[in-house]
């Protein structure tokens, strides 16, 4: 990740077999972790993490344990745009896959609280609730004709899909939302 930048102090041990522990932060330039997550980012936004991890190398691992937070991110494709989105969670990273807990995201689009996990760095779930969620916004960034009415989404959400070489795969969406007449 040649533009983010990353500072870590901690202890080596055992240079034979070398592992160890370290204290850091991160600031990351979102087109790059886009790029490594294969989803399709815009605009410059800012991510930063900050947390404890380890390392080891006889057998091969490491172990990341923080707060993420991100301001000002978009997401762009043909199909879909959502932009100023801030969020903000508790990162746990290992060699079998990621967690966000405690997941706080928002923009212009509504709300969402919930949790996300991409195990084995290829089974996305995303589980949480949404709030605010407006039809009218939704539509405009699925660019959908506009619709002669307003509302607001609130409820419980899932989502799945697998993450490979080509980006989302097998994408699969649920919700048992109530839908609230926007003011």
């Not at 928002?106 to 039809?135: E, P």
């Amino acid at each position: 990740l040649p533009k983010s930048a990353v500072e870590a102090s901690g202890q080596v041990d055992d240079l034979a077999a070398p592992h160890g522990v370290f204290s850091g932060s991160a600031n990351l330039w979102p087109a790059e972790l886009a790029s490594f997550f294969r989803i399709p980012a815009a605009g410059p936004g800012s991510v930063q993490w900050s947390g404890n991890g380890s390392f080891q190398t006889a057998p091969a691992g490491f172990s990341l344990a923080g707060k993420l937070t991100g301001s000002g991110l978009a997401v762009r494709d043909s199909t879909f745009e959502a932009a100023n989105i801030a969020l903000s969670g508790d990162l746990k990273a290992s060699a079998s896959g990621l967690s966000l807990e405690g997941l706080a995201a928002g923009s212009a689009l509504g709300k969402f609280r919930g949790t996300l996990s991409l195990k084995d760095w290829r089974d996305l779930q995303v589980s949480g609730f949404v709030d605010a969620l407006s039809v009218q916004r939704m539509g405009a960034s699925v660019h959908a004709p506009s619709l002669p009415w307003s509302a607001n989404l609130r409820g419980p959400v899932k989502l799945s899909a697998q993450v490979g070489s080509s980006g989302f795969a097998g994408l699969v969406a649920e919700g048992h939302v109530d839908a609230q007449p926007a003011a």
